[in-house]
C-alpha cells in the first residue's frame, strides 16, 4: 500500500476510488463504504481512502485506532493508496468546490465515496447533498453508502469509544468484526512476573490510544502472525508501582523466549476482574494464577462460539 502522511503535497497518478472520512478504527459501519470502494478497485480504479492525522474536532479525544493501526488496517483490507493529510489552516479553510477540485487534482478521482453523515470544507459547509452536486459540476461519480446498524443505532466511531471506555470487550468485538487491540513494542518491565513464575511481557500504547477500564482481561496476542492466548492487565500495576504508566502486561500461556523490542498486538477478548492492588507478591501470584485457570476456560469458551 502507498502512503502519503503529513504533506499536502501528494499525487495519484492512476484513476482513482476514493473513499473520504475520519475512519477512527475500520469497524462495521463501513462495510457497505468499504464494499463500495473494492467494488470500483474490481472495476480498474485504484482504491484509496483520505483521512487526516489528526482528527478535525478531535483534540485530546482518545482514538480507536493509531495512525499506524489504521494503516495495517487499510492494507489489510486491500486498499491501494492511504493519504493521512495535515489538518493545516489551508486545508481547514478551503470551501467545499475547492477542496474537492484540489482532490480532482492531486488524487485523480473519477468517484467519491463517503457515509450519509459526512461533512467537510470549511465550517462543515459540505455534507452529502453538496458532495453529489460538486460530484456532478467536477464530473466524477459520487456514491453515498448507508452504515450498518446494531441494536437500532448506526455502528460508529462514537458507539464503539463509548462500549470499550465500559470494558464491553464482547460488544465492541461484534461492532467492530474483530477484537480491540492494542499493539506495539514489547518493552522491558521490573522481571516480578519472572521472579514470580509468570513472566509477562509489557507494552505501553500510544498517549493517544484509547484502553478499555484497568483491569484483567482475556487476551490474544499476535507475534509474527501467531496468535497466542493469554492473560492481560491493563494499568499501573499497584502491587509493585502504583505509579507507573499505565501498560498492557500480558502472560501468555504457550510461548517462550524473550522478543523485547518486537512488535506485537494484543486482542481483548473478555473483561475478568478490575486491577487491585494486593497485600504482597504472594497473593499477587495466587491471584494471577486463579486469572489464568479462569482466562483459560473463557477461551475455551470464546473458541467454541466465534
Known amino acids: 500500500m502507498k502512503l502519503f502522511q503529513g504533506t499536502t503535497d501528494f499525487l495519484i497518478r492512476e484513476e482513482t476510488a476514493l473513499a473520504i472520512g475520519k475512519f477512527d478504527g475500520l469497524h462495521r459501519g463501513h462495510e457497505y463504504l468499504l464494499h463500495a470502494l473494492l467494488q470500483k478497485k474490481a472495476e480498474g480504479l485504484s482504491a484509496a481512502i483520505f483521512t487526516f492525522e489528526t482528527p478535525p474536532g478531535n483534540a485530546g479525544q482518545k482514538v480507536l485506532s493509531t495512525n499506524r493501526e489504521k494503516c495495517d488496517l487499510f492494507e489489510r483490507a486491500g486498499i491501494d493508496v492511504t493519504i493521512l493529510c495535515p489538518f493545516d489552516e489551508t486545508i481547514r479553510r478551503m470551501r467545499p468546490e475547492a477542496f474537492l477540485q484540489m482532490l480532482r487534482e492531486k488524487a485523480n478521482i473519477r468517484c467519491v465515496i463517503a457515509g450519509k453523515d459526512c461533512t467537510f470544507g470549511y465550517r462543515k459547509e459540505g455534507n452529502a447533498k453538496v458532495l453529489q452536486d ?173
Not at 519472572?194 to 490474544?220: A, H, Q, S
Not at 504457550?254 to 477478548?269: M, Q
Open 134 to 306: 460538486l460530484g456532478e459540476k467536477l464530473s466524477f461519480e459520487t456514491r453515498i453508502v448507508e452504515k450498518l446498524q446494531h441494536e437500532g443505532r448506526d455502528i460508529s466511531s462514537t458507539y464503539i469509544r463509548e462500549t470499550v471506555s465500559l470494558g464491553e470487550m464482547e460488544k465492541a468485538r461484534n461492532l467492530l468484526g474483530y477484537p480491540y487491540f492494542v499493539s506495539g513494542k514489547v518493552r522491558h518491565g521490573n522481571q516480578i512476573g519472572r521472579r514470580i513464575g509468570i513472566p509477562t511481557m509489557n507494552l505501553i500504547p500510544e498517549p493517544e490510544k484509547l484502553l478499555p477500564p484497568n483491569g484483567v482481561y482475556v487476551t490474544n496476542t499476535v507475534i509474527n502472525e501467531e496468535t497466542f492466548p493469554g492473560v492481560s492487565n491493563v494499568g499501573v500495576k499497584p502491587t509493585v508501582e502504583g505509579n507507573a504508566p499505565v501498560s498492557v502486561e500480558t502472560h501468555l500461556f504457550s510461548f517462550e523466549g524473550e522478543n523485547y523490542g518486537e512488535e506485537i498486538k494484543t486482542e481483548f477478548l473478555s473483561f475478568l476482574r478490575p486491577e487491585k492492588r494486593f497485600a504482597d507478591l504472594t497473593a499477587l501470584q495466587e491471584a494471577m494464577r486463579a486469572d489464568i485457570e479462569k482466562a483459560k476456560c473463557t477461551c475455551d469458551f470464546i473458541a467454541g462460539h466465534f
